[in-house]
């Protein structure tokens, strides 16, 4: 629990300072600009099942917000670095409850209106448990396990692409897909995320 509210405070102080900083950079020219977006997300898109008919799962309710930044890279190219967080929420399991924060770093090529990315970065998944005692179908009958009150944490590597359409100078819209063990057929997995943005700061 003590990592899981850690991150949530860092992610909290680092869009206030991205808040603080739009004041900043206009004052001190700093050569870049900060966004801040809302979102959903639908992680490992046909790897979970949701019935018992065997439906799997190619869009969920799994809200995010994320923050980057954005500026000058080599060969006329924008770096794009990003934080992003989705709202705890539960799991098919009621007992847990899961939260999911990234950091990536992307490689951006701009087209008229739209913005094309590309690059990788860092999935961390905290799954907390209520430690409380379930009972669950053992065959003919039920029968009674204890959960663990702890938070687990799993890190994955993705491979990153995605895209910003330009709706005007301030507001943009971004669509990503993030691959999951890209190297192993079995495993590998794909989640998709679509937000609105706010440009704050240097507009570039």
Known sequence: MKKLTLTVACFVFFMTSLVTNQTNAQIYNIPGEFSLGIGNMTKYVGKVQKDLDGGRNYFDFNPYLRANYRSDFYWDKKLILEIGLTIPQEGADDAVTVTNLWLQALIEHVISNFRL??????????????????????????????????????????????????????????????????????ERAFSYGLSINYTLGNKK
């Open 117 to 186: 990315q590309a690059g990788a970065g860092l999935f961390f998944t905290y799954t907390k448990m209520d430690g409380e005692v379930q009972t669950l179908g053992n065959g003919i009958s039920t029968q009674q396990y204890n959960t663990p009150s702890d938070v687990q944490t799993a890190v994955n590597n993705i491979l990153v692409i995605g895209s910003d359409y330009l709706l005007n100078k301030d507001i943009f819209i971004n669509g990503q897909i993030s691959a999951f063990n890209i190297e192993d057929g079995d």
